[in-house]
């Protein structure tokens, strides 16, 4: 179990070093990144990290895909109490660093609304039960693991990152938005982004569910 552990540790610490450090370096270089290049690295490194730790731990690197794929049947409980720390010790392991490197930095690559808190909250939901359903529809098991997948699930988060990252940092992802809140100390609109995640998760288990594939959500399609 170690294994699938220090890869999904490596895998979250990978995602939010390079997406909130891009965000960092975009800011003090004066916008030479660009919200582009911003929703392209985050796209691009989930796509990196499907590929080389895949076939180990299936390359959640996100606690709300991980609870996901628990509700839907394809991961037990008892590895999903082990997978969440992991992503959440690889998400403040990268921010610690960020601080390191970036100690001036006021927030640290951290997610906040532009407008109301709402309507960053349903945008968050949205963008997760987007990536959830393609991620369960491009996966076997609890296996985010292919060509199909790693191009898949990457697009779609670089895509969201694209269109609505000015309005709600298009988390999707607790741990991505937990760590560097917490290490750069705001926390205001933390809940948002640790709530609506899981929501949305939770809401495409049971849209996959109903698109009749008894293959996509095994523990929904008992009765069928």
């Given at each position: ?49 499907i590929?080389a ?113 000015p ?22 609109s ?20 109903g698109?009749?594939?008894?293959a ?9």
């Amino acid at each position: 179990m170690f294994k699938p552990l220090l890869a999904e540790f490596i895998g979250t610490f990978a995602l939010v070093f390079a997406g909130t450090g891009a965000i960092i370096v975009n800011d003090v270089s004066g916008g030479s990144v660009t919200h582009l290049g911003i929703a392209l690295t985050f796209g691009l490194v989930v796509l990196a990290m499907i590929y080389a730790v895949g076939d180990i731990s299936g390359a959640h690197l996100n606690p709300a895909v991980t609870g996901g794929f628990w509700l839907s049947g394809r991961f037990p409980f008892s590895q999903v109490v082990l997978f969440v720390p992991a992503q959440c010790l690889g998400a403040f392991a990268a921010s610690g660093t960020l601080r390191f490197l970036f100690p001036a930095h006021q927030t640290l690559g951290a997610t906040f609304p532009s407008g109301v808190a709402m309507q960053s909250f349903v945008l968050e939901l949205i963008l997760t039960f987007l990536l959830m359903f393609v991620i369960l529809n491009v996966s076997t098991g609890a296996k985010e693991k292919g060509i199909t997948a790693g191009i898949a699930v990457g697009a779609v988060i670089g895509l969201e990152a694209m269109f609505a990252g000015p309005i709600c940092g298009a988390s999707m992802n607790p741990a991505r938005s937990l760590a560097p809140a917490v290490v750069s100390g705001h926390l205001e609109s933390l809940w948002i982004y640790l709530t609506a995640p899981f929501a949305g998760a939770a809401l495409a288990v049971f849209a996959c569910r109903g698109c009749q594939d008894p293959a996509c959500c095994p523990s929904l399609s008992k009765n069928n």
